[in-house]
């Protein structure tokens, strides 16, 4: 007998996650030149403008991602003019990144472009059945966090 995997929660959930950020990562760099990867980047860097700016380090840690891997994604997007390293002021051999105005204005249509992708995306469903998937999913979420042994972030 054939295993289906169309109704197996994980399966699912990995699929429609890789499909979005597929679609996403397609209108981004048409619309905007960046890739998700850096638009995830500047979601994180945008989350915490008013608190302390983050390390590469840090940022690595909420990207989950190497800090290798950050430190060539900073470099390009510090090239390209999305951010900039300042030094620490209490320790100088820790880079705080910053966004640029240029990324702020690109956040704001990247939010432009996941909107429009999930109203496209969840166009069969009704308004009541949108509502309830996502806090369906929120409730799956809160699930696994506690798993992990850690605590669901605040609503923004």
């Known amino acids: 007998m054939k295993t289906s995997f169309d109704r197996r929660f994980g399966f699912l959930v990995t699929d429609v996650a890789r499909q979005y950020g597929q679609q996403f990562d397609r209108a981004a760099r048409e619309k905007l030149g960046l890739s998700q990867a850096q638009v995830r980047l500047l979601a994180v860097l945008a989350a915490h403008e008013d608190d302390q700016a983050l390390s590469q380090a840090e ?67 009704s308004a009541a059945e949108r509502t309830q998937l996502l806090a369906l999913l929120g409730k799956a979420r809160e699930g696994l966090l506690k798993l992990a042994g850690g605590e669901a972030p605040e609503e923004e």
Do not use: Q
């Open 59 to 125: 940022l690595a840690l909420r990207l989950g991602l190497t800090p290798m891997g950050v430190a060539s994604l900073c470099d390009r997007m510090a090239t390209a003019g999305w951010i900039e390293r300042r030094p620490r002021a209490d320790d100088r051999r820790i880079n705080e990144l910053h966004m640029l105005p240029s990324a702020r204005k690109a956040m704001d249509k990247a939010l432009a472009i996941g909107d429009e992708l999930t109203t496209a995306s969840l166009a069969g469903l």
